[in-house]
């Protein structure tokens, strides 16, 4: 841990449908991250409200981007003075279907929102039927001790081009809610995208996953050369790497990836 450096943690739970109690257990793993140094807490994908599985019961516990939830998470994030990131099943205009949204949240409000542009309709799994996916738009950032963050949620991870948009908005470091659901090979997968998008866009990633019996765990941070920096196996927990400024930089003098690509990200 350098002087300079900056904490990010990894917070790996289990969202219920009780809504207090995944706050409860915000609140538990956000009071432990930083106390460890963190100052950018991620949190799974879908910590507002979870449940397997999807029905009803998922648009009529919904919420509106300024709602109990993401109050709830401004005063946390208040009292001790960190960014949380963290899933939030959103409200969508038409009722019947919710927006899969990911909210940056800091003591003076919210500093950022993604909302998950590819739908998990794979693996036997339809997200779409209960989910509608987002709008292709610039990438949202937001700055902490001089490192940008970005977002991206669970199976955007699979589409290369979602992490090279962030590279190109300038982010340092991608944060990835997930709930990256188990079966074979599945925790290759995981591990292996999320190394892949820190080496091909030589900036940091950190994922947070829903430990098992349905995520796989293994929430992890990793660094632009693809080293895991801080990782969780399948408990409840928290991770906290603390992020050199300079890595990115001293990784792309020797690396100069970005700059020596001939091709370009462009929406379909």
């Known amino acids: 841990m350098t002087h300079d450096s900056v904490g990010v943690a990894v917070a790996q739970f289990a969202p219920t449908a009780s809504k207090p109690q995944n706050l409860d257990a915000i609140g538990d793993l956000a009071r432990t991250a930083a106390a460890r140094g963190a100052r950018v807490v991620v949190l799974p994908e879908y910590s507002s409200y979870f449940v397997d599985p999807f029905d009803t019961s998922l648009a009529e516990n919904a919420e509106d981007l300024d709602g109990p939830f993401t109050s709830a998470l401004r ?9 949380l990131v963290a899933g939030l099943v959103e409200r969508a205009d038409d009722g019947r279907r919710v927006r899969n949204a990911v909210v940056a949240v ?15 309709d794979a693996f036997g799994q339809r997200e779409s039927d209960w989910v ?15 490192l940008r963050f970005g977002l991206m949620t669970c199976y955007d991870l699979r589409f290369p081009e979602v992490a090279r948009t962030l590279a190109d908005a300038g982010v340092d470091v991608a944060l990835v809610p997930a709930e990256w659901v188990r079966g074979p090979l599945k925790e290759h997968h995981w591990a292996t995208l999320l190394t892949s998008r820190a080496i091909e866009n030589t900036f940091f990633v950190a994922g947070a996953d829903h430990p098992p019996p349905l995520g796989v765990g293994h929430s992890m941070v990793i660094d ?22 300079g890595a990115i930089a ?13 091709f370009r990200v462009t929406p379909r």
């Open 75 to 83: 005063d946390l994030a208040a009292e001790l003075d960190v960014v």
């Open 132 to 146: 509608a996916p987002g709008e292709i738009a610039p990438p949202e950032t937001f700055e902490v001790d001089g």
């Open 224 to 245: 632009p050369q693809g080293v895991a920096l801080a990782t969780i196996g399948t408990a409840t927990d928290v991770a906290v790497a603390h992020i050199d400024p």
């Open 106 to 120: 800091a003591g003076t409000g919210i500093r950022a929102v993604y909302r998950k542009l590819h739908l998990y």
């Open 250 to 262: 001293r990784v792309r003098r020797v690396n100069p990836a970005l700059e020596l690509r001939r």
